[in-house]
């Protein structure tokens, strides 16, 4: 016959912490991509998300287009770094700053268009984005990395 015990506090408290590394989203910022990502996959960030978050896409190799909504001002540092096949992404003119390295090692972007409310392009952004031959950058931006 099994026994069922009650969890200590500090043990309960740990589960909760572990809980929340793999929300996808919380408090209206998409924070990280949970489970396994189909090959060649589209994702639509959803309407009402104010952020994305530090690597919330990070080594998604399998993501190839993303869609943000009007409702994003910031994409933190490596949110979409290592996607190496992201091939096309609009940047909303609702997004205000681009985090260090956000694109970074992004081979397979060949396309981006930055939005107008753009003011700050942060270190790194396009780093190692080979496929990328050209950007346009808003007058808008007043910091660049």
Known sequence: MSKKTELNPQIKNFRELLDFSVKTYKD????????DMPVNMTIEIKDGTKGIAHSAFNNCTNLIEVTIP????????????????????????????LGTHVFYDCDG???????SGVKTIS???????????????????????
């Open 28 to 35: 209206n910022v998409a924070y990280k991509y949970k489970g």
């Open 123 to 145: 270190q790194s952004v396009f780093n190692n984005c080979d496929g990328l031959t050209e950007i346009t950058i808003p007058d808008t931006v007043t910091a660049i990395g």
């Open 70 to 97: 009007d409702s994003v001002v910031n994409i933190d540092s490596f949110a979409f770094s290592g996607c190496a096949n992201l091939s096309s992404v609009a940047v909303p003119d609702s997004v205000e700053t």
């Open 109 to 115: 972007l060949t396309d981006i268009n930055l939005g």
